[in-house]
């Protein structure tokens, strides 16, 4: 037997992250290594994670490692080694408290003050349902309902319940793999069923399972780690399960959602809840905890649910509340909503049918530029669940498939058949559509727990993806099988990330072909493949001709290009300015990259942020890229874009560019050269809406704002109708004649537009102004001048009868359009 003696120097205490470090290097030894708190008297099985954290080891503890074991002079000079030269630097800074962004409310919603509560918008969207509350399961006061139990029994009725459990978590179908493969590491954790079995005074095996969850959640609930704390979740929703099992029957009672439903829980929904509630009655989730590494908040993103968490005391607002609407876009809950706001969302909905009906077809095509160049507008995903819906988002494919989901948040990497399964699940969605899979992008500053990893003072340029295959070979050749396994469903690009030079290339090529060449071997099939690399790192700009002899393709992936050929970490906020994808010397990499690759036959796409920012959009279609993968979100706005852009033009505008002194004088010319490519008029007839019936100023102002969204001529309806109203606090912008002229000067009008709402029946302007004709003015902030003038203008015009009569009575949109174009001399 050995002992090894340390203080704990961690501020953190041994929490997750370094107890996941010691049992990695624990579990390669058949050695019994216990840890001991000797400062308080508690100890734990240093082979699992859940044991050390429970032992309540913190800063300044006295502790021992015990071993004992035929292996134990390895084992004890591995931890030794360990714990002086790297345990010190296994720890994480304590997390700050959340500081939730609540965005501002639309200046509409204010005004119509709703019975609501706000919280943090984590699943974007829009949802509308009778309130269903899911109260916390309390297995103790259930365990009271139930017979009691002999010890023995009990012993055999919790083993056959865990098995059940582990058995459903296995061959759960429910596109969700990731999630339950983490539960199931969880479950199988030793720690986990020896403190279920321990129990052997409970009443009966129900109370045993609830003095699981509070004996493991304690010591978790503890931890200054939000993932740790959250993890919770998966205790309370495994023995929830367990307890299930046990019963033969669900625990909830209102599971059954049979129309259309928010879901308010006063904790955190778990998982296995969520799994068993979605069904197209869900239309939201309200929640008291959760955050953004919660499983469920994940499941929620890939299934589309709008999800709100951080409500807390929701009870007294819910409870009573007949009808609920969940608009996690603003971080909004209201509660049985008045006329004002059931005004709003009907203008709401009214307008994203609009957007949805203009955008409809684009979806369904690949788009091409004005001047006839095919475009791909491609979708980075990071769940094969998200697959299906980035397709009816209008994708042409997938251009990055990061894989990282897949191996985190489990204590062994997954293996090669369940790899297949995620892969080939995508490849059968596309049906032929283009397929990108990154390789394993992990390391340094995205650490999995299984893997033994040292840490680095500058893990971005450290230890990391492609430079780690080598080492964790059997992990990269697992994923590579699963990877041309998956090609004989369909056509596969398979990416690497990190490659900085030809070695790697070869290398890389080399174990592909061979691994090819093993399946084939073993009769099982491989299909069409290609493989690529990420070119993030800048000196593979001159490798790109060599490199054709191996590769088919390469993706440029601009954010991390961008911070190492800028020397910037992105997420370092002394930093964080010099990182600009703008930056005219960065521009003319990615173009050099763009244009050696091509001339080596080597196909090229982009997959970084870069390609859902509109405003490049000219200048990496002037690059010559016609590949570009983003958030699905950004995929048709993109192609609404693309189809207004001619390439020499936009090759001009490139040049331009380059030869900028600035990212901000880039933005300039950027900015001048959309608006001159798409001018929009000051006047059209889409902007008159006639002979409308309103009910409110706020209503007004709605109407007009969305419609210039609607048209494509301001960034956000509601930025535009916050700048409408600021300048409306001010001065009231009624002249009299029955008339409004509300205006506004701003960024966020992208052409600058006169638009015309005439009502059906008087409305109240304020200050005991009632008007039936609304001319509202939106102008673009560097049009200043063409703001007075105009303004001034229809002023004058408006004092005269005869003008207001004609746009009163006139009933063709033409004709008040010639009829102000004339008179405003525009």
Partial sequence: MLTLDFICTLPNGIHARPASEIEQRAQSFSAAITLINLSKKTQANAKSVLGMIGADITHGDSCQFLIEGEDQQAAFEQLQAFMRDEFAGCDEPMEPSADTHIQPLPVFIEHARPNHLRGNGVSKGIGRGVPVHIDSVDLQVLSQQEPA???????????????????????????AEQVLAAQLKLLSDPVFKTCLLSHTTARNALQAIALTVQELSQPLLKSSSQYLRERVIDIRDLCQSIAANLLGRPLETQLALTCDSIVICNGTLTPGQFLRLCNPHLKGIVMGDGGE?????????????????????????????????????????????????????RLESAKQQAIAQRSAPLREQQVSTAD??????????????????????????????????????RSEAPDEEEQYQAYSGVLRCAAGKKITIRTLDIGGDKPCSFLD?????????????????????????????????????????IMVPMVATLAEIQWLHGQFQHIAQTLLQENIPVGEWHLGIMVEVPSTLYLLEKAANYLDFVSIGSNDLAQYFLACDRGNPYVRHLYDYRNPTFLALMRDITQRAQAAGLAISLCGEMAADRQMLPLLIGMGLTQLSMAAGAITPCKEALT??????????????????????????????????????????????????????EEAIKLLTDNLEVQQRVVSGALAERAIWDREAVFSTALG????????????????????????????????????LVIMLAVNEQEQENHMKIFSRLARKLMHSDFRDQLQMLSDSAAITDLLAAELAL
């Fill in 149 to 175: 139990t002999d010890a023995t029994r009990q012993q055999q009725q919790l083993r056959d319940a865990w098995e059940l459990t582990q058995e459903t978590l296995c061959h759960a179908g429910t596109g």
């Fill in 293 to 345: 590494t919660s499983h469920t908040v994940i499941l929620a993103r890939s299934f589309g649910i709008p999800l709100l968490c951080g409500v807390t005391q929701s009870d007294a607002l819910t409870r009573s509340a007949n009808m609920l609407i969940l608009d996690s876009r603003y971080g909004l809950l209201v509660a049985n909503p008045n006329e004002a706001m059931e005004s709003w969302y």
């Fill in 372 to 409: 006839g160049t095919r475009i791909s507008v491609l979708a980075n995903i990071a769940l094969a669940v998200e697959a299906q819906s980035v397709f009816a988002h209008g994708a042409d494919g997938v251009g990055l498939f990061r894989t990282e989901m897949l191996f985190c948040e």
């Fill in 453 to 493: 990893l040292p840490a680095e003072e500058n893990p971005f340029l450290g230890y990391r993806a492609v430079r780690m295959y080598p080492q964790f070979h059997d992990i990269f050749t697992t994923q590579a099988r699963a990877l041309l396994r998956a090609s004989a469903v369909g056509p596969l690009n």
């Fill in 644 to 697: 207004s852009l001619n390439v020499g033009q936009c090759q001009q505008l490139l040049e331009t560019a380059i030869g900028c002194e600035s990212g901000e004088q880039v933005l300039e010319y950027v900015e001048q050269f959309i608006r001159s490519q798409s001018q929009k008029p000051v006047l059209a007839q889409e902007l008159l809406l006639l002979d409308k019936q309103v009910a409110s100023k």
């Fill in 737 to 772: 004649f029955c008339v409004a002229i509300p205006h506004c000067k701003s960024a966020h009008v992208l052409h600058s537009s006169i638009s015309v709402l005439r009502l059906k029946s008087p409305l109240s302007w304020g200050e005991g102004v009632d008007v039936k």
